[in-house]
């Protein structure tokens, strides 16, 4: 049971992602999370790096911004800005239950064996992406600012991870391209 929260890979950044090893496995689409994972919690800044990085993703992926926020506004916005399609589903169909998954798979057109969960929380973005058989990527969160329930999740998520690394199986953190650049300190704005 505990190994449906272990990402299979970890990276710092979402630009740390290997875009070729990625193909190279069969993914066709990549649903990404938005809060700590694109942008900063209820941000809109996206760095220059991270833009460039999704430009390149978007001639080789169907890709889907999928999202637990409360409201669509920003949402709205960050599609609009980025020309992508989002999901934002509160209730249940947020992550990690299968409603809002769903929905952003039927804007990929692809299927879950050949898509990939791009997020920064064990118990919403890599739970959810894992049951539905998705290849899942954690990222390491961009804030230190984030939603009260969130933060309870965070302790929850320590001890998994404490878990599986005793049992061997928590992957090491891997950073493609930009990588010690990347890796230190949060970023403001
Ligand atoms: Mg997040």
């Known amino acids: 049971m505990l ?9 710092p950044r979402l630009e740390n992602i290997d875009q070729q090893a990625l193909l190279n496995r069969g993914i066709k689409a990549l649903l990404i999370d938005v ?7 209820r941000g809109h800044r996206i760095p220059k790096q991270r833009v460039k990085w999704l430009n390149r993703a978007k001639d080789n992926f169907a890709i889907c911004l999928l999202s637990n926020s409360i409201t669509a506004r920003r949402l709205r916005h960050l599609g609009k800005v980025l020309a992508l399609p989002y999901v934002c589903r509160w209730g249940w169909g947020r992550k990690p239950f299968g409603g809002g998954y769903r929905e952003a798979i039927q804007h990929t057109g692809v299927a879950p ?7 920064d929380q064990l118990l919403t973005d890599i739970f959810g992406g894992n049951r539905l058989g998705m290849h899942t990527i954690m990222v390491h969160t961009l804030s230190d600012s984030e939603f009260f329930i969130t933060r309870i999740n965070r302790w929850i998520e320590a001890l998994i ?11 090491p953190v891997s950073a493609h391209e930009i990588g010690s650049q990347v890796e230190a300190g949060n970023e403001s704005g």
């Open 3 to 11: 190994e449906r929260f272990c990402p299979d890979e970890i990276v």
């Open 35 to 41: 809060d700590n994972t694109l942008v900063n919690w």
């Open 161 to 171: 991870r404490m878990r599986l690394t005793s049992r061997g199986i928590w992957p």
């Open 113 to 119: 064996a050949e898509t990939a969960m791009i997020g």
